[in-house]
């Protein structure tokens, strides 16, 4: 299900949706794909360091593929690929699309949750206008 905000608000379902992301214009917004909960970022100094971070798993790489797949599979055109800046997000975003560019506003502010302007970069992001012909990838 493909759901638009704004004015215009409505959700779309089977192939609607597809013909609506082959037109473009829309922001695909994506979590990373499956990760090793046994470990966490509590070690992490730096975001080059993939050692120090929780990773994707073989089984989150495969489902990574899978939608880079479909994507292509479906013509779905894709502009700009953003991911946050930890490892997960990017190899994600790499396994997807095959490209990435790291953009920090994706991953948000410091943990604080009671900070509402927390994802304020990110709603940027989200509510940027993609031209028709293309979509824009935010993971």
Sequence with gaps: MLCIAGGGARALAGPAVRDALAHGGY????RH??????????????FENCVQQRNLTDRGRDEART???????????????????????????????GRVTVAAGV????????????????????????PAGGNTAIR
Excluded: M
């Excluded at 922001?27 to 994506?30: D, S, T």
């Excluded at 991953?107 to 993609?130: E, F, I, M, T």
């Design 33 to 46: 794909a499956a990760t090793n909960f046994g470990r966490n970022d509590d070690r992490l100094t730096g």
């Design 67 to 97: 939608i880079g797949a479909a994507i292509n599979r479906l013509h779905i055109p894709i502009g700009a690929v953003l991911a946050s800046p930890f490892w997960r997000t990017r190899e994600t975003a790499q396994l997807i699309f």
């Design 107 to 130: 991953r948000g502010g410091p943990a604080q949750p009671d900070d509402r302007g927390r994802y304020g970069a990110l709603h940027a992001l989200l509510s940027k206008p993609v």
């Design 27 to 30: 922001v695909l917004y994506f």
